[in-house]
Nanobody, 121 residues
Framework: QVQLVESGGGLVQAGGSLRLSCAAS????????MGWFRRPLGKEREFVGS????????YYADSVKGRFTISRDNAKNMVYLQMNSLDLEDTAVYYC??????????????WGQGTQVTVSS
């Protein structure tokens, strides 16, 4: 049973940056992919990005490509989401998840509690 805990959310102005962190428990972190999803208020959960177990391959939603970067540090059981050039539409609860690199939420095994990101004008 892997536990995931997100941190780093908060309030940021449009055009600004924020880095989210996700800490994972367990000894098998380096063996599975990790992903980030988000749920804007009143909308469905959507894929943000994912990273392979090794960190060699990454995937991004078109809406964040070029602005967001996912990375991981397997020695520390950590995964990160660097968010730059934030827009009002990026406001959402962001979730860290593990067990796949899929764009489909149902493919993931482990989920964090979520952290709120609010982008203001």
């Amino acid at each position: 049973q892997v536990q995931l805990v997100e941190s780093g959310g908060g309030l940021v102005q449009a055009g600004g940056s924020l880095r989210l962190s996700c800490a994972a428990s367990g000894r098998t972190f380096s063996t599975y992919g990790m992903g980030w999803f988000r749920r804007p208020l009143g909308k469905e959960r959507e894929f943000v990005g994912s990273i392979s177990a090794s960190g060699f391959i990454t995937y991004y939603a078109d809406s964040v490509k070029g602005r967001f970067t996912i990375s991981r540090d397997n020695a520390k059981n950590m995964v990160y989401l660097q968010m730059n050039s934030l827009d009002l539409e990026d406001t959402a609860v962001y979730y860290c998840t593990g067990g796949s690199v899929s764009t489909l939420a149902s493919e993931y095994r482990f989920w964090g509690q979520g952290t709120q990101v609010t982008v203001s004008s």
